[in-house]
């Protein structure tokens, strides 16, 4: 029979036993959004509400993650410019939420773009470059911080998008439990 | 996609993450992507999961029904559900009512 594995909102949480009942077999956490401290509780929420539903763990690495604090609305042919953290040569276009809206980079300092579509920018929103590579650690402190919590909470698995060589982490590699 | 092989080896699962991998390696190639990555998987006796976008379109309609059904017959151990799901009680009635999708399939 095929499962069904749940990527948890905060919205969710006062229904772990009633999601279990109608078919959750896994529960994600997506170690992009969200406190560690929040990751923290409700890993022990699942633990004590429906102890023998597995959680899957979604770290982030390199997987770029838009740094803006509010929901900016944007229009098409719109200019704006961005905290984009790595170099990105211009003409580049980047995608925003798996291209859900794409802007190309059009200046010198490779931050300011222009929106080909009207939509909004979301904090944490996700970032696809395709044809760039993110150079810097695989891992961030956050990560490391979120895979100690897992581990001391026992955590079934790790789930490790983005990454560009086999040999990682072996805190990554090896089943938690 | 290069590397599905060894990284199957080494994985306890494997997941099909569908929004990356259409922008990585094209939106057109996504379902043979995931049949490769379904197969592979398999190969390596590894259990694997598809993800996401399944309930985009809810209550669902024929071409949800077909993504499903052709994740489920590829293989696919389990299905993730993430943005698409509704927010607070309703995210309880959307997994009822793909759990009872799933259990109707006579696979």
């Known amino acids: 029979m095929t499962g069904i594995i749940v990527t948890l ?22 170690g992009s959004h969200n406190t560690v401290d929040w990751h923290g509780k409700t890993m022990q929420a699942i633990r004590s509400e429906i102890p023998n539903t597995p959680i899957l763990l979604d770290i982030p690495g390199r997987k ?27 003409g580049t276009t980047i995608l925003f939420d798996d291209g859900k809206l794409t802007a190309t980079v059009i200046s010198e300092n490779q931050r300011t773009l222009r929106f080909h579509q009207n939509g909004e920018l979301r904090p944490r929103m996700s970032m696809n470059i395709p044809g760039i590579t993110i150079q810097g650690p695989l891992l961030t ?6 895979i100690d919590l897992a581990q001391a909470l026992s955590v079934d698995y790790l789930d490790l998008g983005f990454y560009r060589i086999l040999k990682i982490n072996p805190r990554c590699t090896q089943t938690l439990r | 996609m290069k590397n599905l092989d060894d990284i199957c080896k080494h994985a306890d699962m494997v997941i099909v993450a569908r929004g990356d991998l259409s922008i990585e390696c094209g939106l057109f190639n996504i379902i043979e992507n995931q049949k490769k990555i379904l197969k592979t998987a398999k190969k390596f006796n590894k259990i694997s999961s598809v993800g996401t976008g399944f309930l985009t379109l809810y209550p669902p309609q024929q071409s949800t029904i077909a993504d499903i059904y052709n994740a489920v017959l590829d293989g696919a151990d389990s299905l993730i559900v993430s943005g698409d799901l509704p927010e607070g009680e309703k995210a309880v009635e959307a997994i009822t009512l793909l759990d009872k999708m799933l259990k109707s399939f006579n696979l």
């Open chain 1, 9 to 30: 909102q905060p919205s969710h949480l006062p229904y772990l036993k009633d999601l279990h009942a109608a078919g959750m077999t896994m529960v994600r956490l997506n």
């Open chain 1, 64 to 90: 770029l993650r838009l740094a803006i604090e509010t929901i900016l609305p944007v229009e098409a042919n719109q200019i704006l410019e961005l905290p984009i953290p790595i170099w990105i040569p211009q």
């Open chain 1, 141 to 146: 402190k956050r990560d490391l911080e979120i």
